[in-house]
């Protein structure tokens, strides 16, 4: 269950709250006394804290100090943060309805609302004793139209980005290819978006040697899911193509995976699972843009005919690729969609995956590895983008003398590049396939967290729907 946003007739004075200000000035008489007020004054001056909370039966009173500072994004990401703070002080007394106190503009409320209800999330499918853990379960804000839009936007970007979450918490046994296909057919057949479900048969009619390669020891039968959304009065003539990685598992292929290694492995399509919760979210919101999301789906196991290191396959668009590692199986994936795409003459295309160790090792869960050849201004948007929800995104070289590297004796490319700069060899290695302006974002890093971070839960994040969703809708305002 997610947070509901709501609103109330009239003003109360009972309940919990949680009361937004700018300075401890603002704390209302309303609500606290006197000598309260004095306290709290004292506390925020001494504690140097930004939130502080009374349990006050019925309900609790928090107050969270808003930074006197001129907004800028790392200011509204302390504002997201002192959000889920406010979550997990509601949770610890399972208050279910809080009422929001605030005379501050939308620019402050809307990310402190979007911290608080993105705190709020737990995948509890799989618990025979599951309760629901949502608290708060409803948030009160006072009747105001110019909270109308923005409280429908926050919704239908959570939305989004929980159900990319879900996608990625679900192992294997309950998500395999043809049932995320089926997933995306029913979610979008309520929505403007035209879908297209590739199978077996048809991704061997275009000869997708990546895809059908990376499936061969796989018993379950890859699909190739495409998404289309194409608004009347579209802003641009050329569509945004987005390309998410969906290995639904990878043990590694014969180059398996150590134990500790493969345990989480089923986020591995969180790539995937982020451009389906970004076409929810722009759709649902409506952007004028015309957008198009791809995702090649399999896992990469070890059955009787999985393809093996020095197998070369043949990809959709002709070029030949030796295999020396299968576990760097999502380029083999992502190079057949990449090169697809290239049928809808696209503006730009973004592919979006969990695809190297070295990414992760190299900057950690703090951002997403990102890096482009000949976009440079849209990679600039994107950047932007993702300062505006803080999913920053840190640019790696793309020098030609990294391609050197995917040299094969026997094929036109090797899937791997060697022991130095990983990262940046798989966007090389991939850039061979874009036949448009293309970014590559590695979000191995904060794709899955071992704990919970601020808003984000331990698990699956959903990274990549709010900066996939905040680049279109800036490119819509243009």
Not at 24 to 39: A, G, N, V
Not at 58 to 85: H, M, Y
Not at 150 to 167: G, W
Not at 241 to 263: E, H
């Amino acid at each position: 269950m997610n947070t509901i946003i709501d609103y109330y007739q009239r003003k109360a004075r009972v309940g919990s709250f949680i009361h937004l200000i700018s300075s401890t000035d603002e704390i209302s008489d309303y609500y606290f006394s006197e000598e309260e007020r004095k306290h709290i004054k004292s506390w925020f001056r001494k504690e140097k804290q930004n939130i502080y909370s009374i349990n006050r039966a019925p309900g609790v009173q928090i107050i969270a100090l808003v930074p006197d500072k001129k907004l800028n994004f790392t200011i509204i990401e302390d504002i997201r943060r002192l959000g889920s703070d406010s979550t997990t002080i509601l949770k610890k007394y399972k208050i279910e309805d809080v009422n929001i106190d605030c005379s501050l503009d939308t620019e402050v409320l809307q990310p402190f609302l979007e911290g608080l209800t993105l705190a709020n999330y737990d995948f509890l499918k799989y618990k025979s004793d599951s309760k629901d853990l949502t608290y708060p379960k409803r948030v009160l804000l006072r009747k105001d139209k110019a909270y109308t839009k923005m409280v429908r936007e926050i919704k239908n970007v959570n939305d989004a980005v929980f159900q990319a979450r879900n996608l990625v918490n679900e192992p294997l046994s309950g998500l395999n290819a043809p049932i995320f296909a089926d997933f995306v057919e029913k979610t979008f057949n309520k929505l403007p978006v035209k879908t297209e479900i590739l199978n077996k048969n048809r991704i061997k009619a275009l000869k997708m040697g990546g895809l059908l390669g990376v499936n061969r020891g796989s018993k379950d039968e890859p699909v190739f899911v495409i998404m289309e959304y194409k608004p009347e009065k579209a802003v641009n003539t050329k569509p945004y193509v987005l390309v998410g990685k969906g290995v639904m598992y990878d043990t590694g292929g014969m180059n398996l995976k150590p134990g500790a290694s493969m345990a989480d492995m089923k986020c591995d399509m969180s790539g995937g699972a982020a451009v389906v919760g970004a076409m929810m979210a722009i759709a649902k919101n409506k952007l004028p843009v015309h957008v198009v999301g791809l995702v090649p789906a399999t896992d990469n196991r070890t059955g009787d005919d999985a393809y093996v290191p020095g197998d070369v396959l043949k990809m959709y668009n002709g070029k030949t690729v030796e295999v020396l590692n299968t576990d760097a199986e999502g380029r083999l994936i992502l190079a057949d969609a990449l090169a697809y795409a290239k049928k809808y003459d696209p503006k730009l295309i973004i592919d979006i995956a969990t695809l190297t160790g070295s990414a992760h090792a190299a900057i950690g869960h703090f951002a997403i590895v990102g890096m482009t050849g000949k976009a440079k201004t849209e990679f600039q948007q994107l950047q932007k983008a993702g300062e505006d929800v803080f999913e920053r995104i840190v640019e790696f070289p793309f020098w030609d003398e990294y391609g050197e590297l995917l040299k094969s004796d026997i094929a036109d490319l090797a899937n791997i590049g060697g022991r130095y700069a990983g990262a940046i060899t798989a966007g090389k290695f991939l850039e061979n396939f874009a036949e448009a302006p293309y970014i590559h974002l590695d979000i191995a890093g904060p794709a899955y967290m071992a704990k919970k971070w601020n808003y984000w839960p331990k698990g699956g994040t959903g990274v990549g729907v709010r900066l996939f969703y905040q680049f279109i809708k800036s490119l819509s305002k243009k």
